[in-house]
């Protein structure tokens, strides 16, 4: 399966700044998600970033907020903007990939976002 | 809209088999996964089931009836490491849904 790499795996952030994540995976993927997870919560998907075309974010989740950039088949970015106490997660990029006729989510080890 | 329900948390001892409920409802319904995640880890993949009926791996097993739209996940042969949050997912054709998560507590 494929190998995700992602970061920041941690960082502490100021309300009003943006920040960044990245996501390089070692083999080239069509479909690539990012998801949100709030302590001892679910995991929630944040979009869906297709190379080549616009994100497709969930209910509640817009591009002004969560801008993804997705440039080729390896990687893909996620800001986070103008961030507030409330945007305090873990970020996780995984990727999609069919195996032994499954299709299996692999997650990058998420970036910890604590916002202050 | 598509809903999960699983529950919150499950105690078993150590050697001792448990198993996790899940109930959904979507549309688009290609499969269910399960999932395992550690204290401070990333989710990892455990099962799938497309089809009705049961799947093993090792001491996990997991079950779907898609009538029912039901599934579960049975862990045997329980070990410490075990100890861990579980989620089932819903499989569409564009993405993967995931369950509040249950708990699993192993007692020695």
């Known amino acids: 399966s494929a190998v995700i790499s992602q970061k920041p795996s941690r960082d502490i952030c100021q309300r009003g700044t943006s920040l960044t994540i990245q996501c390089q995976v070692d083999s080239q993927v069509t479909m690539m998600f990012w998801y949100r997870q709030q302590p001892g919560q679910s995991l929630t998907l944040i979009a869906t970033a297709n190379q080549g075309s616009e994100a497709t974010y969930e209910s509640g989740f817009v591009i002004d907020k969560f801008p993804i950039s997705r440039p080729n088949l390896t990687f893909s970015t996620l800001t986070v903007s103008n961030m507030s106490p409330e945007d305090s997660s873990i970020y996780l990029c995984?990727?999609?990939?069919?195996?032994?006729?499954?299709?299996?989510?692999?997650f990058g080890a998420g970036s910890r976002l604590t916002v202050l | 809209g598509q809903s999960l329900e699983q529950p919150s948390e499950v105690t078993a001892v150590e050697g001792a088999i448990v198993q996790i409920n899940c109930t959904y409802q979507?549309?688009?319904?290609?499969?269910l996964s399960w999932y395992q995640q550690h204290d401070g880890g990333a989710p990892t993949f455990l099962s799938y089931?497309?089809?009705?009926g049961l799947e093993e791996t090792g001491r996990f097993s997991s079950f779907l009836s898609r009538s029912d739209s039901y599934g579960y996940l049975l862990l045997q042969e329980l070990q410490m490491k075990d100890s861990a949050s579980y989620f089932c997912a819903v499989n569409r054709d564009d993405k993967i849904i995931f369950g509040k998560g249950t708990r699993l507590h192993i007692l020695p």
């Open positions: 995984s990727v999609r990939q069919a195996l032994s006729g499954a299709n299996v989510l692999t």
């Open positions: 089931n497309a089809l009705d």
């Open positions: 979507t549309s688009g319904f290609y499969g």
